[in-house]
């Protein structure tokens, strides 16, 4: 049985946070019935070290890379997952950004099944 809801994380840059907010909002239904732009964002510290052959957006081929981040957290819709994905990827800097996908059970059904 496929999952009604997931819960998506992904990392960014605080400068980007608006236009990945505004961009995630515009791409899916609200999941909370009287409310849009439902987002949980927390500080975090990312990081990486970039390989040859990559083209990061921040820090040097071959060097680790640690950098404050915001973590944003939300729940999308199932229909509306790849659309979702797909607005991340147009507007994130990063050339591979980490986004974690996590089947969510609804809180309602949990309560009223």
Same mark, same amino acid.
């Given at each position: 049985?496929? &999952?009604a809801a997931y819960? %998506? #994380?992904v990392a960014i840059p605080a400068d980007h946070k608006d236009i990945l907010?505004? @961009?995630i909002n515009g791409s899916? =239904? =609200?999941m909370y &019935?009287?409310?849009d732009r439902v987002f #949980? %964002? @927390?500080k975090t510290e990312g990081t990486w070290r970039s390989l040859e052959g990559s083209n990061p957006f921040i820090g040097s081929t071959g060097e680790i890379s640690v950098e404050e981040e915001l973590r944003i957290d939300f729940a999308v819709k199932a229909e509306d997952l790849r659309n979702v994905i797909l607005a991340i990827r147009r507007v994130h800097p990063y050339e591979e950004p980490a986004i974690d996908i996590l089947p969510m059970i609804m809180w309602k059904n949990v309560i009223d099944p």
């Amino acid at each position: 049985m496929e &999952p009604a809801a997931y819960k %998506v #994380s992904v990392a960014i840059p605080a400068d980007h946070k608006d236009i990945l907010l505004d @961009a995630i909002n515009g791409s899916m =239904q =609200q999941m909370y &019935p009287g409310y849009d732009r439902v987002f #949980s %964002v @927390a500080k975090t510290e990312g990081t990486w070290r970039s390989l040859e052959g990559s083209n990061p957006f921040i820090g040097s081929t071959g060097e680790i890379s640690v950098e404050e981040e915001l973590r944003i957290d939300f729940a999308v819709k199932a229909e509306d997952l790849r659309n979702v994905i797909l607005a991340i990827r147009r507007v994130h800097p990063y050339e591979e950004p980490a986004i974690d996908i996590l089947p969510m059970i609804m809180w309602k059904n949990v309560i009223d099944p």
